[in-house]
Every structure is written in C-alpha cells, then in structure tokens.
Nanobody, 125 residues
Framework: QVQLVESGGGLVQAGGSLRLSCAGS????????MGWFRQAPGKEREFVAA????????FYDDSVRGRFTISRDNANNTVYLQMDKLKPTDTAVYYC??????????????????WGQGAQVTVSS
C-alpha cells in the first residue's frame, strides 16, 4: 500500500550536482528502510545507497561513496539522494524503493517491495 513518487532528475555536466526526491505515502512511512538503485542501458539494476527507517543507518555502494548522500525527512514522508561530483558513468534511471522489514543486507533489490517510477539522470562529459 506504500506509494513512492520520484522527482529531481535531469541533465547535468560532469562535476555538477543533482538532488533526487522520493515522496511516500502511508502512516508508517518512517518505519521503512529506503534504498536508491539505478539502471543504465544494457546493465542490471544496481544498488546505490540505503537508509534505515529512522535515518541512523547509512549505506553506500563503493562507486558513489563520498559523492552521494542519502537522507530522509520522515515528518514530510520524503527521502533524498544528493548527488555531487557527478560522472558520465552515473548516467542511469534512478529508482527509490522501500522495504517492509528490517534489512541486515541493504543491497539486494529483491528485498524491496515498493518502487518509484524512476528518474532519468544524464551526466554529460
């Protein structure tokens, strides 16, 4: 019953920044671990970042650590992905996702049960 709506994608030059937003519904939004995944043409969906239900646990793929920051504002039912120092290899469709349980491993898309529609991020060289 959780619904997720993404916004904030677009076109940016290498070295630039974008912030993706994911607005969720439901009274228990704050209890859901949230993840960001991305999928480039011809590739499988890959893990980007995740955050625990209350925001105390942060997890990043090595490819984005130090450049991307995941955060959440549970009062406004919103999760963010701040993307800095973007590279052309970051070009992909980005999806936010929510689990329905506590996760001890955050990186598998199969553990997330609710998904946003995706946001295109294109980084030019």
């Amino acid at each position: 019953q959780v619904q997720l709506v993404e916004s904030g994608g677009g076109l940016v030059q290498a070295g630039g920044s974008l912030r993706l937003s994911c607005a969720g519904s439901g009274r228990t939004f704050s209890t859901y671990p949230m993840g960001w995944f991305r999928q480039a043409p011809g590739k499988e969906r890959e893990f980007v970042a995740a955050i625990s239900g209350r925001g105390s646990g942060l997890f990043y793929d090595d490819s984005v650590r130090g450049r991307f920051t995941i955060s959440r504002d549970n009062a406004n039912n919103t999760v963010y992905l701040q993307m800095d120092k973007l590279k052309p290899t970051d070009t992909a469709v980005y999806y936010c996702a929510a689990s329905d349980r506590t996760l001890y491993y955050q990186g598998s898309p199969y553990d997330y049960h609710y998904w946003g529609q995706g946001a295109q991020v294109t980084v030019s060289s």
